[in-house]
């Protein structure tokens, strides 16, 4: 693999911004656009989170279910080129979970492996493959 360029690591870094961001303040369209169509979100519920509309709901539910009192902080971001393509992008970074209502704490840490997919001057993720350090927040689906 080879290492991304300064400008995409940049692009790559904002995009996790706002994923935290969007999650955090339950803007689950945002959220979801940030996605593909039909992107996955695998590990933090039983079954694979499929698809813009589940992931919007993620967004929304888990900021109506903790009154907007979590936060997401991703760190240590490496991305590389898949071989052969400077379009897709294996991003890998840690992402601290911390709760602020009425049991304040650590909430999860979570090992993340990304691909995004460029679309325009931007990405897209394709797919988030968490590991998580605590059991999973349950979300209704």
């Not at 704490?105 to 493959?129: K, Q, S, Y």
Request: glycine share 8%; aromatic share 12%; net charge negative.
């Amino acid at each position: 693999m080879t290492k991304v360029t300064t400008d995409d690591w940049v692009a790559i870094s904002d995009h996790l911004g706002r994923y935290c961001w969007f999650v955090d303040e339950g803007m689950g369209e945002e959220w979801a656009a940030l996605w593909e169509p039909e992107g996955v979100f695998i590990g933090v519920t039983p079954e694979p989170i499929k698809g813009r509309a589940a992931l919007s709901f993620v967004s929304t539910s888990t900021y109506e279910q903790l009154k907007g009192r979590l936060r997401h902080i991703a760190a240590n971001l490496h991305a590389d080129y898949a071989d052969g393509t400077r379009d897709i992008v294996h991003a890998r970074y840690y992402n601290y979970v911390s709760r602020w209502d009425d049991t304040p704490g650590n909430f999860t840490f979570a090992i993340c492996r990304m691909t995004l997919v460029r679309d325009g001057d931007g990405w897209l993720i394709r797919e988030n493959n968490v590991e998580l350090f605590a059991p999973p927040l349950q979300v209704a689906q």
